[in-house]
Structures are given as structure tokens and as C-alpha cells.
């Protein structure tokens, strides 16, 4: 009896292993992508999480507000706590808050914030709310809805982008067509949070080759 106990013990432990070792081999680290021309030259003094509202002003931002809960893993799974997450994006008319987008003919919108610095927790976790993105004409074709994302974790930096289910400019988009891991930068939709009904949820999960 001792020894089939010891043995079921054994053979439990083995195959949680097994099955631990498969889903971290099963994971695909999330592909790089250009940083891109508009990273902030001066960071905003409010960037918190929230980028439809700027700080002491009483507007919100124009277009169809979004939640992102995301989290960051390493390449064996485990939550990467206190990874740096920079984001910026277009508001909703493709317009950046940077010089280098002056000659785009979209407004600038007074009441979006377009950049954030936050920080995972504990448990790899971090989230924001913010506007969609418009899709926008470039010199090397049109892009497709996206945010772009800088994030220092570990002994890792990742330049990325994400992007959304189901657009269709996501197949033609310059630089998501040429991912090498393709699904890794596309975010999944969720449902709508109680707490925040008008928005549209995604996740996203991120995966740092060597964190």
C-alpha cells in the first residue's frame, strides 16, 4: 500500500511536470515591431492609465472607448512583475500628438492623452482604457488600427505593436503581414465589462523571449 501511494505520488508529480513542460514550450514569444516615427518627444505629465481623460480638464476623448487587460509572461509562463509598459497610439481620426505627424490632415484632439506609462503587478497584469485607433494612410501603405507598445522587463526590452480582431485592413497592413508570429500581436475581444459597459474589451497576452 505504502508503495502505491508512493508511486501515485511519483507519477502525479511526473505528469504535472510533463504537462507544465508543454505549456511552456507551447508558448510563442510575441513578435517584434518597428518602434515607428511618433514615440512621444515629451512625455505628457498625465499618463496614467486612463487615456480618455486628461487631468484637470473636464472633456473626454472623442471615439469608441476601449478596455485592454494585458499580461506579460516569460517564456516559461511565469508572470513578469514590475515590467515597465510604455504605449502610445493615433486618436481616433489617425492623428499623433508629435510634430512629425503635422502634415496629417486629421484634428488633434485636446481631450486624449495618446501616451502611457504603467507597470505589471504581481502577477504580470497591467490595464488601460483608452480610444480606438483609427486606421491612417502612410508613405509605405495603409495601416491598420493599432497601438504601439514599448516594454522593459526582466532582462528584456520589447518593441511591439498590437492590434485588433477582426479589422479588415489587418491582412493588407504593411508591417502585421510580415510578423513572423502573426497571432502573438492580435489582441482577443471579451466581453464588456460590468463596470465599464461602453466599452469594447480585448486582452492580450504578452510572451518575453528571455525575461
Same mark, same amino acid.
Given at each position: ?68 487587460? =494585458? &499580461? ?5 509562463? /511565469?508572470?513578469?512583475? %514590475? !515590467?515597465?509598459?510604455?504605449?502610445? $497610439?493615433?486618436? #481616433?481620426? =489617425? &492623428? ?5 505627424? /503635422?502634415?496629417?490632415? %486629421? !484634428?488633434?484632439?485636446?481631450?486624449? $492623452?495618446?501616451? #502611457? ?95
Amino acid at each position: 500500500m505504502i508503495l502505491s501511494r508512493r508511486h501515485a505520488i511519483v507519477s502525479a508529480a511526473a505528469a504535472i511536470g510533463t504537462a507544465a513542460t508543454a505549456r511552456a514550450q507551447s508558448l510563442v514569444p510575441t513578435s517584434s515591431q518597428d518602434l515607428g516615427p511618433f514615440y512621444p518627444l515629451v512625455r505628457p505629465l498625465d499618463h496614467d492609465a486612463d487615456l480618455t481623460r486628461i487631468r484637470g480638464r473636464a472633456g473626454v476623448a472623442a471615439g469608441q472607448p476601449i478596455q485592454l487587460i =494585458g &499580461r506579460i509572461l516569460d517564456h516559461h509562463g /511565469r508572470p513578469v512583475r %514590475g !515590467a515597465q509598459v510604455d504605449l502610445w $497610439q493615433c486618436n #481616433a481620426v =489617425g &492623428r499623433y500628438a508629435h510634430p512629425g505627424d /503635422r502634415a496629417n490632415p %486629421g !484634428a488633434l484632439d485636446p481631450n486624449f $492623452q495618446g501616451f #502611457a506609462r504603467l507597470a505589471t503587478d504581481r502577477d504580470g497584469n497591467f490595464r488601460f482604457r483608452s480610444i480606438k485607433p483609427s486606421a491612417y494612410d502612410t508613405p509605405i501603405g495603409r495601416r491598420t488600427p493599432h497601438i504601439h507598445f514599448d516594454i522593459s522587463g526582466g532582462a528584456q526590452r520589447l518593441v511591439t505593436q498590437l492590434y485588433f480582431p477582426g479589422e479588415t485592413g489587418n491582412d493588407a497592413d504593411p508591417l502585421l503581414k510580415l510578423a513572423g508570429h502573426r497571432d502573438s500581436l492580435v489582441a482577443k475581444a471579451i466581453d464588456r465589462l460590468s463596470a465599464d459597459p461602453v466599452s469594447h474589451a480585448f486582452s492580450w497576452t504578452i510572451v518575453l523571449d528571455n525575461a
